[in-house]
């Protein structure tokens, strides 16, 4: 049945009189100040149909969407909240046992609103702060998320960082979208270069060649730093030397220490300019102390020729490095290294000849400085009664010492003591 609106408002103006103090769940506000308790009908979500209100008494009331001022769609137990609220003493004790209830049927932000509602009346309720995460910040109760502010800190994603996190946060993450945009590009000119297009080889070295952006770093060691082929790594090194900043630098000195062709470690190292050094220095000094030998000789060359006093120390302490050797050892037969012809370092048979003997090995061969009784010999027939033992070897580092000497015009040998002597004169 539908009511012309004079004849609604009066019904719903005796409706609501009835309703007053039931719990029912949905509620119409009406633009006159009225409201109406029910059920909404499915169809009152048509904005085309009245809205449909079924009453405790069982009623159907059609009301135009013109006289509702908004609907509320409520849960019942939302609907006992608010009843409850109608009647209840603006005392403490009131505010919290509702607070409890509402706790116990899970209403959150209706337990909130009793809890502040009880601070009004009692500002010290040491319970209620708790509950609602205030604390005392300069004598002053607060809530927990205020303080934090005003100790300078922000939410993000559920942490408390400093604003200088978050803008470092923010910083990073512009920085990363700026760097994704060139992964494709990277892929794409890579993919001309190794093809069989000429045209669209050249575009595609023409591309590499011109480009000096930072932000393409990432992309150009992922898919060129690592590459199987010895040109390519060479060509990402040439692309790097044409990029400023420190992050290209990173990449030079990853391939020049690490790679394990001389053309692109060369190559690498010609990349680096004396405008470069201030950023080189720090990292080249730090790969003093690697494991691996053939690194430390690298980065001393490299420090030799920049000429910088500040490695000396450093240069000093790597004047003799101990390293050790995975090799496997025949029983009761002298110690011999070297490497098969796949690389692998290793005892091996002291009646062979020592053609392709290790660099780092036939270098301390030529030096004398292998174990008593050891040989530099080449992998053929390695014996089967063998166990795999770890040997320490000291090294001399002529790389090391040839920086020294570049550096200081002095030469103490590899007497480490006579070094640190005369620079603790020469400092003072």
């Keep these: 049945m539908r009511f012309n609106s004079l004849i609604t408002r009066f019904f719903i103006v005796t409706i ?3 309703t007053s103090t039931i719990s029912l769940a949905d509620v119409i506000r009406l633009n006159n100040g009225g409201e109406v308790r029910g059920k909404l009908e499915g169809g009152s979500t048509d904005q085309d149909q009245p809205l449909v209100i079924r009453t405790l008494s069982g009623a159907i009331i059609e009301i135009d969407r013109a006289d509702a001022d908004f609907v509320q769609r409520r849960s019942e137990l939302v609907e006992q909240y608010v009843t409850r609220t109608r009647t209840l003493p603006e005392t403490v004790e009131a505010h919290w046992q509702l607070a409890e209830w509402c706790r116990a049927h ?3 932000s209706q337990r909130t609103e009793q809890l502040n509602a009880l601070l009004d009346i009692d500002p010290d309720h040491e319970d209620a702060r708790k509950l609602l995460r ?4 300069q004598g002053q109760w607060m809530p927990y998320a205020e303080m934090m502010a005003d100790r300078g800190y922000v939410r993000h994603k559920n942490k408390w960082i400093t604003t200088q996190e978050l803008a470092l946060i923010d910083r990073n993450a512009k920085q990363r979208e700026a760097e994704i945009v060139w992964y494709p590009k990277v892929r794409l000119w890579l993919g001309w270069v190794l093809g069989s297009d000429q045209h669209r080889r050249n575009n595609g070295l023409e591309n590499f060649q011109s480009l000096d952006e930072p932000n393409a770093i990432p992309a150009l060691m992922k898919m060129m730093a690592n590459h199987k082929t010895v040109a390519v790594r060479q060509l990402y090194v040439k692309i790097l030397g044409n990029i400023p900043g420190e992050m290209a630098v990173e990449a030079l000195l990853d391939r020049y220490l690490f790679d394990q062709h001389q053309a692109v470690w060369s190559e690498a190292l010609a990349m680096l300019t004396p405008p470069q050094y201030e950023i080189a220095i720090p990292m080249l000094i730090s790969a003093l102390t690697n494991d691996t030998n053939s690194v430390i000789q690298r980065a001393a060359t490299a420090l030799g020729a920049t000429g ?9 302490a790597a004047l003799v490095t101990t390293h050790k050797f995975r090799v ?8 011999s290294f070297g490497t098969s012809p796949s690389g692998q370092v290793g005892m091996l048979n002291p009646r062979q000849a020592n053609a392709t003997a290790s ?6 061969a030529r030096l004398g400085q292998l174990p008593f009784g050891a040989q530099v010999v080449p992998f053929n027939n390695t014996p089967k009664n063998v166990k795999m033992v ?6 001399k580092n002529a790389s090391v010492l ?6 200081t015009d002095k030469n103490f040998g590899f007497y480490e003591s006579d070094w640190h002597l005369w620079w603790s004169v020469y400092k003072s």
């Design 359 to 364: 660099a780092d090995l036939m270098a301390l």
């Design 328 to 335: 496997p050892v025949v029983q009761s037969q002298p110690i």
């Design 390 to 395: 770890t040997v320490k070897v000291d090294i």
């Design 106 to 108: 899970l209403l959150k």
């Design 16 to 18: 609501c009189a009835f």
């Design 308 to 316: 910088s006093e500040q490695a000396v120390p450093a240069l000093i």
């Design 134 to 137: 205030h604390v005392k910040h």
């Design 402 to 407: 040839s920086a020294l000497e570049s550096i």
